[in-house]
Structure formats: C-alpha cells, structure tokens
C-alpha cells in the first residue's frame, strides 16, 4: 500500500470542523471521510476485548470496527472493509493501529495521498496516537468558546450548561497549545473560526503550502458536492453544510447568552480566550473567587436537565440514520463474550 500522509483536526466541536472536512475533501489529494469517532468510541470498550495480543481477540475488534465504519449516518462511499486484509496490514495488535489502516484504506481508494480525521476529540489520544507512529499533520481549528457554547446549548450533543461546555472548551484548547509545543510548526497549524469564514481563500492557502499541495479554488463548491449532500441528510445539526460560508456566522454570544453565561465562562477560560486573541467582555473576572458547591450542584441539575430536553428534540430521520450504531454499541457493550485473557 502506497505511503498515506494523516491530517488530524483536533479542538473542540461545534467549531466548524465540519466545514473544513468538506473543504479539504475538495483537494484531489485528500479524502475526508464524516468520522465514526473510532477511538472515541472504542477506547473505553477495550476491556471487553481482554488481551488483543490474542489474534482472535483482535480479530474481534477489527470487525467491530469495521461495522462501525459501515453503520456510520454519513456513509464511507466507495470503499469496503476486508477483515482478513486488514487483519495482515496491522502491523501491531492496537486500536491505533486499525485506526490508521481503516483511513488508508479509504484514502487508497480515492486515489488520494492525505486522509483527514475530525474526530476533534482525538486531542485527548494525542500522545498515544504519537507512540503508535501516526505522526498526522495537526490542524488546530478553534472558534471563540462564547460562540461554541451558544452552539452546544442548541446542538443535540455534548454539555449544555455554559460552565460545563466552558470547562472542556478550555481543556481542549490548552491541549492543543501544549501539543503545538511538543510537535512544533512543521506538523502543526492553528485556524480559527471566524478567520476560515471571513478570509477563506487565505486560510485555505495558507493551509494548502503548509500541505505542500497546490491550493485548489473548488474547494469553495464544498456545499455542491456529494459528500456535503450526504451529510445534511443524516442529521439537522448539519443541515447548513448545502449552504456556501456563512461569514456572518461570529459573535452570536453577544445576543444568544445572557450577561451572567459570559461572566461564568470568562471566569472559567478567560486566559485561554486571550491567548488566542479574543477579546473579553469582562476582563476583571478572570480570577474572581471559584464558584460554591451550592452553585456547582446547580449548574449539574441545570446540565443534566437540558441535556435530556435535547434529546426529546432529536429529528426523527437523523435518529433512525445513526441507530445502527448506537445499536452494536450497546451490545458491545452487553455481550457475553468469552474473551481469552
């Protein structure tokens, strides 16, 4: 199999990763598959699988895997998983592993020498991903976390209250800055947000030398494509990708959270908001004094509530598309399996 170079987007989501996905996957040279959230999903049911040192156990696995790929809502077009192939491409018995030969796969079939994944939450497996030897190019896609927290608290997924989404909006952002330290600028590039929609062929030249591939104007014919069909129909959060760039998609904060939801999330990642040049709107409240047990446990009720409410409003069809998923996850999850130890 010919050399595949990887492109990792780490940050947090509701960042516009999804938009940067489908542009990149414009490039001839590049194919961005919607993600299956392989080792998010797949790390903590590593247990279930005892020592993957044992080719059945990691046979298991592969196929496991595989059927994730092959349930995903957003489906991997073209390409079809071989167990038995992949089995002996593994050079190493690990998720990693069958993670990077999974993206190869789907990158040999499209002709391309770059996949991307935007499984942003990847950032957490930043060092295990190193160790395996992947060694992907990183794109650092960061939005201001005031605006990701209005997109969480109206998303289906993740936190709601704005003290949570702030908490791990600050530990991925703080994250990536580490792992930008540790990999330094020839395999890592920072992007925000607000700068891919109002400057967009800059960013995506600039994005393309740092790629060593030659800057192709289709990318902006992103929401034309199949693939940007394809995911609008598997879900409404991502209904807007048949749309072009919505430049005036920033600083929705300002109208969309109350004067308190700032104050509590500046509090809580002001320093970090800085470091990547946003303005705060409440500079002295940086370091004001740490918020009671008594207003914690009401920020998790509070939390807990609409995270529930969220899911009564899940569209049917997007429900039904990723079912099949949550499905074998769960009976990952519940199967008696005799797994040899």
Known sequence: MKHIRPIQIIGTQRSGSNLLRLMLNQFDEITAPHPPHILQRFIPLLPVYGDLGIDQNFYKLIDDVCAIVERNPVVWTGVKFDREHIFNLCKSNTLFEIFRIVYDLKAVQDNASFWACKSMANIQYASEIENAGIRPMYIH????????????????????H?????NQWRKNQE???ALKAKVGEERFIQISYEKLIHSPEEVMKKLSSFLNIRFNPKVFDFYKSEESKNTAVAGKMWANVTQPIFKSNSNKYKKELTEMEVGIFERLAGNVLETLEYKLEKSGIINGKDFSPIELNQFDTINKQLKEDALKSVDPEGLRMREPQELLLKEIQTRNRHVLV
């Open 175 to 177: 994250a990536c800055l």
């Open 162 to 166: 704005v003290y949570h989404i702030a």
């Open 141 to 160: 896609l960061y939005r201001d976390g005031r605006d990701v927290a209005c997109s969480f608290k109206k998303a289906i997924v993740g936190e709601k």
